[in-house]
């Protein structure tokens, strides 16, 4: 759950706060639902009505959320100060006490929840919450590879998490060995496997391959780029590597950001979408377009649908209205 | 009636909308009545509080609306979901069985209406909507042109109205040969007459050429072409085309774009202002100002004095703060 | 969808509205899918963003909304402005061109959707809208008669339904005679078989009596009657009739109305989860402590769960904070 | 003007705040207007975008606003907290240097706007201001008596006014003079010819009888009597005295007050409309239910049509839904 | 920090809420320095905006808030649904591993902070948040002891609070040795000394006595008694024992409650004002009477000066506007 | 005190606005005190609950208010419509009356409130507003001269103050003449000296010297120039002379600007900071990025801490999300 002051105010001008439920995954559950894949959300709520507000928030999209769980803890939350141009959004968090730091792994039936899954979609905040959601997780990858599922990852690897006694890059190692696309960079390469590659193209190209050879079940790696001139704008870009052979999409500018949490999220949705409808490269490209669009949707999830999406792809950025 | 959700938010993530009375020709009596016109506005609201909501808006721009009907048809409305950077604002329309599409021609005094009138404004919206918005505008362009009241056309032809079994581009052939000005261009063209011109400045001259040519009455030609580089960034400038004559106003860039619905309203206002008040080169450029600052002014309308219009056509754009 | 001013403002006094998604069926599948029943919900929406943010709202209540067809027609939607006190709420309808007036009735298929069920819920207000839905509405009933289903019909009857060409109360009297559970009283009654009684509890029962001579599938009448003594202080009362018996619930009283939109429906849908609960008294008092607590609920819909409905039936009225 | 913060918020809690256009007079104006009658307003407002947007409100009621006037100082406003139950409302005033105390006594033509008038209404609030106002006022009443218009006065003594050097009830006494009718009880009876008559029927009647013998341009005096039990709840009544016959309407209460600014003015609006359409018992009623209802509307403004205040009058007050 | 759906919505209505600072021992502290006493507030906030933004509230009414320490914890919050008639508000904490909950009792310098105080005031929430609050409470509590400082308690006895392995009833008793007031009555004394005394004013004497045995530091017990008849209607009253003396308030009736939440603060603070201020059956009249007039208060925070208090305590109830 | 239209509106097209209490020297002190300076604020507030709105605002930002004085006049305010792009703001005064214009110059203690002062900050508002403004300032500038103290001054001349008598740059010269760093450039010394420099830098350089012989006082000068390119784009860069020596600070650009109010002051305090904790040349880029922030926050007011301008200040402007 997010809150943040209406107007971007910040918070101590504030009387009034909007709230959005969101979180890494739940982002991408939603968005692929909106691009109306069938799609399953398992996680914890509080047994209360935060709770279930939350679960009608995630019933609207069309997420199947019969696999969340309600415990007694509260729903974890953070707030977020919209930053603008040269002052940037700031974040508070409150989440490692909550409901999903205290899912219970052995409530999850992992065998009924995966039966006739493509794909199994995993971030690095997951395992960094808490011991318990760890152990939740893991026993769900073990699943998914048992039944030749497709596991992407997204290590986002947070300095702020990690509390619990277990080192951040040795348990996404030990997760990612289940896993088969990468969704990262240079960056998580570097965090993950100890190196210390450049942010240029070349490098992303050595350090995928370097990655690959320590992590072989990984096939396929997707990053986006983003290059920030302010808060209020922005531009990304896509890079994949598969096997050798390195691609690329097109940049796109936006330069009125309505929202940038989540990009992250609308990329790995679209590009999950992507690998489900269309050829590798192309995927990326749409994954791309995802995440561009998404700068310009309030709250952490892309609600544009797939059509509004291959707009932006074929190059439609000009702002005619759609009567 | 537009009803919008606040704050950018797309309709499905909202539980409040705002809202604003307008359409195309209110936008224009709007606009001249704020740059202190006298204007009359024609047409036919529900007989409801939503009805009454509208009277007491379009009062308190100093339209006279004596000569709006009640009848016990909805108002028609429209939603606009406003877009931003590369996503499109959408509309989704509600009007065409609304208390205007089923306005009484017969109710409608246009002798007295127009007694004393020097400009007579109407658009091609009116007539696609109903065929008594049809045989009333018609009355109303006969009874004008009788009294060689000067009469200015807007096509804005639609293809999602003419539902009721007539053919749009007759109707308006029709209907604009009672007409003397057009505002309108390359596309409108087109459209009416069935060319294929590109939109360069040499094809807008030659379109116009030919246009005199099958539709004599219309002695003047000015057009507003817009760049739009995406939803919150645009720039506009004006053509004109008077009787072989070819004129052009400055350009002018909007990078934040606040609102563009009703910015072609707001040029037609701006210029049948400056056609009242200057020569046609200057209510040409007069008129581009009007839609450049439209473009910061939320709902349909144009809520800028003239004055405000003048310092933008004398280039006052820094944003100088008026103490 | 409904549209109301915020804040008890009058319309001309505003800029913006709140909405809700409902609809008297609506109500009634939504609230007792907030008390955990499974449910289905038959309609049809604008084929927009509109549309689309009515199916979000619909499925955030957890109702199953795949047999929700999706048209070109505008979605059905109302004006409401909130009365208090000695003022009068006011309601401008527009509906009998949207979405639900158009929908196919050969495009829903009743025998699937009716697998298993053991409550079809109907109420006047539907055939009373076009044809189209008339004859979508029959074929359901008589498919919901061979299965054996138990059929509830809220009649609703409204003079400013019925445009297209059949009288009210035959039609009403057709499909009745399909159904087996009135919700209804003197009324009601009155309007449908044309009667004169009174509103007193003898009168209702010999209206009861009366009714079920001439509709005799019907076997149970429930009706909440309502003492209205200002726009925002109510006081309810549920009676019913099964086969010769009489028996009523204590009145229940709500000093500050805060929504009386969708009280009846929330009569039903408390008396529909009763029925399927409890036995028939205790299901008429589950239904008036329903119809009594949603005065306290925004919007049409009462969200509240079955737990603090019993908590108003078994008298903890008093405002103490839950925990 | 006034401003208040939102939702029954102290101000120091608020970042927000409503704001209405409103004045004793102008309320009345405007409740006439929303009544259908014709009528014209006399005053001054700021020439800059606050008085703009003061005319464009004033418009929208189908006031004649040509006869306001504009200068180069601020427009008076006041500040309101809205009070609730056993806490009482509060108000700050900033009006005694605005555009209104500064109006030009020489710039009215009153000749010209009083042509054709049968009534003109006015208060003590205007000669306390300033004595610009006095004069302007003065000058108006002269006009008005010499055409034997019926000349209303609500005398509105209020001891923080009277700052630029006259006696308040000396000057009301000089201006009561031209008047015809009082509207006003017991209250302002002593404060403007010095007696001590206590509030009950009898001594309003000797009131009554004292004043009229001592200012015998007045022929009738018509009050509304309120009995406030709480912020949120009232009770009022009318009482008229005629030339020696006293009568009074019933009382009504209200239960639930959204708003109690104003509702003098509803009554003396209603009580004009009533003497302009039924005989003077009537009206009184008709005045007393005007105020009832305005005790439900926001704002200081009764916008409530002469058909919804006949409803009240006619005992209509249960909160059934007008659809 | 709370946080409540704004307009009475439910939460899986709303998508913004409004918050406020509060809490227990801080609302007691802004009402007593919003009637201009000095106060200084102990506590813990989270060292981010929110904390920030907390610090900036307490400021705000005038508290010292140099001895309220900042750690890496989130601030402690709650959601709150408000009710309204037969509909209860409720309450969902995030509260038990918070800022306060993790308070460093060692970083409190308590002789400092109590130089020259006259009161010391403690609820029992404190020390069921965490051991940590409990020993920084009770490291307080002994060095005001030694000082002769007064010191009120509010046991505030929550069973959901008290996780830390310790029993409630035992802290309690051990804290409340320290403690020479009482603010509490039957309930509260049942639940500490474990008696069962009914609720009627004899049992409360009853209750008194025995309390002051088994706790003989305490001197004086002062109570409210709230007879709710609905969420939105209360009635107070006051009731005190000193020594063997019983003495009560007048009875108060708050027909439209705002916000329920904090009146036993209100009362708290109201009573020592009037400890301070005036004798104690006037004390307890005002406590009595700064809870009735806080249920007219949005937020926690009872805002009212006393003198507006003091109005309610002389019987001005009636709505009259303070101009 | 400051009131503008939400959401960008006009004024007309709105019913509520936002508030914020600021004005220029205030604006300067709650930056000083968000930045942790020891601030100290002279000012009179209105004597009712606008006033103590104010000073709970003031407290909140952790300024010493206990030297402001109430009394009967109302608080001063302005009303500003926001400009977005081409259009510019709108500002409409109302303070020449208000409580600050009627200060009590013999109530201020300058001598306690200077005591151990290091800074004292003045602008040109103060003594154009009123004479009571002019004495009250001039008697703290002797004091604060007495003393030793540095005395800044933001010369702000403004044409529409100055009406009660006094030449607007005689009385600075005056005042000026006790100051020892002018924030200020071309166009303020041009205003105060009469001469015409031209806006570059070498006309900067020669306008500083001719300041300095002139009013040899003051030591130090730093000007920042704001290159407005729309009312939403700025582009800010600070210049500083020093006894013959010229240094500046880098351009920085604000593409998205929210609030242009209050960065001249936000300049100021930034200056006032920097020259407290740095050298001189640091102090004035301090100021500058202070100011360019200051562009992206609601309000008057420069909310943001030391640490965030110094993120501006060393390059950290890409939006990067502060977790």
């Not at 590879?145 to 992407?152: C, M, P, S, Y």
């Not at 210390?196 to 992303?204: G, L, P, Q, T, V």
Request: hydrophobic fraction near 40%.
């Amino acid at each position: 759950m997010r809150l943040s002051p209406a107007n971007n105010r910040m918070m101590r001008q504030s009387h009034e706060m909007e709230f959005f439920f969101g979180g890494t995954e739940l982002n991408v559950a939603a968005s692929l639902a909106t691009m109306d894949c069938e799609v399953t959300h398992v996680s914890a709520v509080s047994d209360d009505f935060v709770g279930e507000s939350a679960l009608s928030a995630i019933r609207s999209y069309g997420i199947d959320a019969t696999h969340i769980a309600k415990n007694k803890h509260p729903l974890g939350l953070y707030f977020l100060e919209v930053g603008s141009s040269v002052r940037a959004s700031r974040i508070a968090y409150n989440r490692l006490n909550g409901s999903f730091a205290n899912i219970n792994p052995d409530m999850i039936d992992w065998e009924k929840i995966l039966q006739g899954a493509e794909y199994f979609h995993w971030t690095g905040i997951t395992p960094g919450i808490s011991e318990n959601a760890y152990l939740a997780l893991k026993k769900g990858l073990q699943t998914a590879n048992e039944k030749g599922i497709e596991i992407t990852v997204d290590p986002a690897y947070r300095s702020n998490l990690w509390k619990y006694g277990k080192e951040g890059f040795e348990v996404l190692k030990e997760l990612i060995s289940y896993s088969t696309i990468l969704i990262g960079g240079v960056n998580e390469i570097n965090e993950i496997i100890g190196t210390e590659f450049a942010s240029d193209k070349e490098s992303f190209i050595a350090a995928s391959k370097e990655f690959q050879k320590q992590m072989p079940s990984v096939k396929k790696i997707f990053d986006k780029v983003r290059i920030g001139t302010s808060a209020s704008s922005q531009t990304t870009q896509g890079r994949g590597w598969i096997q050798g052979t390195y691609f690329e999409s097109e940049s796109i500018e936006i330069l009125q950001v309505v929202d940038r949490i989540g990009t992250g999220d609308a990329f790995a949705a679209g590009l999950i979408y992507g690998l489900l409808n269309f050829d590798d490269e192309k995927a990326l490209k749409f994954g791309n377009a995802a995440c561009a669009i998404k700068h310009t949707v309030s709250g952490d999830i892309n609600l544009c649908s797939a059509s509004d999406i291959l707009d932006v792809l074929n190059g439609d950025k000009g702002g005619r209205i759609k009567r």
